[in-house]
């Protein structure tokens, strides 16, 4: 079995994979412990956190994800060494996918977590970088903390086009600016890849994918895909 864990900015998550990178079962990751005498091959850990997490008494070889791995695409960002490593573990896990599926091209993760964030992948296999911008919470979390009257609310879906109280107008002002602009950032995909595959993962993937005039893959598992294929890849090469 192969470990992989994804530390993100809320949760913590792993993946138990097979050797020919199958999965087995997957779960939030509470301690290292649960994985003591699992007959573990190897594990590969990301971390998107300043502390870099430790992972101790795993009998295992224990990879730290980064751009600085050997990797099967190329990179086109600027600065690397700044690059969250789940936005990178994302594209991997969806050229990891295409390519299980017998398909290949250019693709768009969007990670709809914390931040959102969309990230391209050329035809040719080069990682072009992308964009980030918040979450859905963090809007919510923005309005109220940056302005003296504006309350907190819960997410709900909210379907109308004007919102008729404070609540409902916050709910709509945030909803269709997050909606809006995943369309522009699909559209302007597709219009330079129309072939191309789109991805969503991350914890509000449904909602956003729901919105969604043109096909898409809904992966929860992404990430960890990627964290899979790298570290597949990073053994054999």
Known sequence: MYLTIDFGNTASKYALFNEGGILHSHGVYNDVSDFVDQGL???????????????????????LFSSSMSLPVKMGYETPETLGADRLAGVLGAKWLLGRDGMAGACLVIDAGTCITYDWLTEEGEYLGGSISPGLHMRYLALHQQTGKLPLVSHEVFDNQVGRNTNESILCGVQQGVWGESHRQIAHFLEKYPKGAVFITGGDALFLAEQQKTKIFVE?????????????YHETH
Do not use: N, Q
């Open 41 to 63: 091959k190897g594990c590969i850990f990301s971390t998107v956190r300043k502390e870099v997490p430790w992972l101790t008494g795993l009998d295992c070889p224990v990879h």
């Open 220 to 232: 929860p598992l992404l990430v960890h895909y990627g964290l899979m294929h790298a570290l597949i």
